[in-house]
């Protein structure tokens, strides 16, 4: 019998320095090159791996990576916590309540962008050779996994491209949010009965039956019931006033450990529990955007990039590369996932100038598609050809959202917001204290425009949309906004709030510039552009300090009105540069 011994834990340490140390390293260098990080954490794991050390230089690898079990079992292991809280951080975006209240044009496109991209996987994936399934008599399980696999869109992905184009906090950012809320619950939902019937061995009614009943009562139950109950939990912790974000860290992972154990028991995987404890957890809105942001930093920066790098050294992915295969995963799965997202939101009537974008959104697989293959691969329900197929079409359709994205936004034709911003609209020291009054306050400026017809409805429809998303977005700045019938043109405002305003912000920090917007309702593609380019003004630090250092309403409609035409200026030369090909 062997056991553990200090040589293990020497070596354990080594390993977490490399792994962490490169997959982190080259994971902040793929950010700057607008990549996602999960790219470079799996590159990582290829370099180290079997894949390349491993053929070159396999002295090195033994001795880093040594085929002890219980060597092995060590890095396995927190792999493992990796994944788990990935999904619990995955629930944690999720909200349920928005996704509910918008389940017109969000449940339409997310069941077109489940079903459409099922029927067409499964069209392509149940004629494939018998050597590409572990057990060929399973042929149809496999072509329902596979078609299931398809449909699950990376919300971490598209919600970090959305940030990055500073689309997350519009109208659009609001839907597609919403959709892939759906969809990410529907999809582990089917994937998780898929398992459990695979697990059983067989196809039959009983155990489907079970598995079924089991999974959907869970949620639903976890959702109605677990949500209330967490809800009234936080608001007790909020209460006591325990020392926080540590109290509201410490019962998130619980909750987490909780749910994972009791579907694990129930013979549902403990994925499935973490997922839907971060979904219940969520909807707690005593929970801060602080706090959130902090489970979300901790589980991408430590267990994160252990899990994905150690993808790579568990498989030699050269050896498994199918190029065939891997060229109809990414064609099958972007193009499902484009199409039905496509067909949904033109059949929920969203204005045509947002539904590429939208569409687009849909497309990444990302982490969730790597995270559902590798269950699969571990189950013995696919082989290692498709799962490393899976994963360069998870890698390649998170790294192209991005430049796609960004093409399709170039297409629009470009909007001066500065045109919108008068000067009794700019208020340079604000007399709101709180993000209602702040609120009010600058939308007295709009309802004073003549081109306000609706008054009553600017300050309200602003606050229902603050309620459902908040609209701060860091380094002291919000931009409530609102669309509405009633206004014939949009009406730009500007407050600064020098003392600063809680808002719930991201970062956790008050709030000192404050933009409101408020466009006419049927202009949703000047709405998005208008946001866009006040939160790309934001984001510059040296913006930010002249609307700071501005010493009265006169100049600080200057400085603002100035930097609004540089950014539209700076939009058209972005344009004619990319046209030409510069």
């Not at 320095?17 to 902040?28: K, N, Q, T």
């Not at 028991?265 to 404890?277: N, R, S, V, W, Y």
């Not at 009406?491 to 000192?512: M, N, Q, T, Y």
Request: charged residues 15%.
């Amino acid at each position: 019998m062997h056991y553990l011994d200090e040589s293990h834990i020497y070596i354990f340490l080594v390993q977490l320095f490399i792994l962490m140390g490169c997959a982190r390293g080259l994971g902040e260098l793929f950010k700057r090159w607008k990549q996602p990080s999960l790219t470079a954490e799996i590159l990582v794991g290829l370099l180290l791996g079997p894949t390349i050390m491993g053929r070159f230089l396999p002295g090195l690898h033994l001795a880093l990576f040594p085929p002890d079990a219980i060597q092995q079992s060590m890095l396995e292991t927190v792999a493992w916590l990796g994944v788990l809280f990935l999904l619990l951080d995955t629930g944690l975006e999720i909200d349920f309540s928005i996704a509910w209240r918008q389940r017109g044009n969000a449940f339409l496109v997310a069941i077109s962008d489940i079903v459409i991209p099922m029927v067409i996987a499964f069209a392509a994936v149940v004629f494939l050779p018998a050597g590409y399934m572990v057990n060929p008599e399973q042929r149809m399980i496999f072509a329902l996994f596979m078609a299931t696999v398809m449909t699950i869109s990376a919300m971490p992905v598209a919600a970090r491209v959305l940030h990055d184009l500073n689309l997350l906090k519009t109208d659009l950012g609001f839907l597609v949010m919403s959709a892939l809320t759906v969809n990410d619950i529907i999809g582990w939902v089917m994937f998780t009965i898929i398992l459990g019937v695979f697990a059983g061995g067989t196809a039959s009614l009983g155990p489907i039956t079970f598995v079924f009943a089991g999974t959907v009562g869970f949620a639903v139950l976890a959702l109605t019931v677990g949500r209330s109950l967490s809800t009234k939990l936080f608001d007790r912790v909020r209460d006591m006033d325990l020392p926080e974000p540590a109290t509201s860290l410490t019962v998130t992972m619980l909750l987490g450990l909780m749910f994972g154990a009791f579907t694990q028991k129930l013979g549902i995987h403990a994925l499935f529990g973490f997922f839907i404890a971060g979904v219940v957890v969520g909807e707690a809105k005593s929970l801060s955007e602080e706090t959130r942001g902090i489970v979300s930093q901790m589980v991408h920066s430590l267990f994160v990039p252990l899990f994905f790098a150690n993808i790579g050294i568990k498989l030699d992915f050269a050896a498994h590369f199918d190029f065939p295969l891997v060229a109809l995963m990414c064609v099958v799965g972007i193009g499902g996932r484009y199409l039905g997202a496509w067909l949904g939101v033109t059949w929920s009537r969203v204005p045509r100038v947002n539904r590429d974008l939208i569409a687009i959104a849909h497309t990444p697989g990302g982490m969730m598609e790597i995270v559902v293959a590798l269950l699969a691969l571990e189950a013995g329900l696919i082989t290692p050809q498709v799962f490393v197929a899976i994963v360069f079409s998870a890698v390649f359709s998170s790294a192209i959202m991005g430049p796609w994205m960004s093409s399709a936004l170039r297409r629009r034709a470009a909007v001066t917001a500065a045109e919108f911003l008068e000067p009794q609209s700019v208020i340079a020291e604000l007399a709101a204290t709180t993000r209602v009054s702040a609120i009010n306050e600058l939308a007295a400026c709009v309802v004073r425009h003549p081109s306000a017809t609706d008054r009553d409805g600017i300050a309200e429809g602003a606050m229902a949309r603050e309620r459902e998303f908040g609209t701060a977005i860091g380094h002291g700045v919000a931009i409530p906004h609102v669309r509405l019938d009633g206004l014939k043109s949009p009406v730009l405002a500007f407050g600064r709030s020098p003392e600063g305003i809680a808002w719930d912000a991201p970062d956790g920090k008050p709030v000192h510039h404050v933009f409101f917007l408020a466009t006419p309702g049927g202009k949703a593609d000047l709405h998005v552009q208008i946001l866009a380019a006040i939160a790309r003004i934001a984001h510059a630090p040296e913006n930010r300090q002249r609307l700071t250092e501005a010493p009265d309403s006169a100049s600080l409609f200057e400085a603002l009105k100035t930097l609004l035409i540089e950014e539209q200026r700076h939009g058209v030369l972005k344009k004619l540069g990319a046209g030409d090909g510069k």
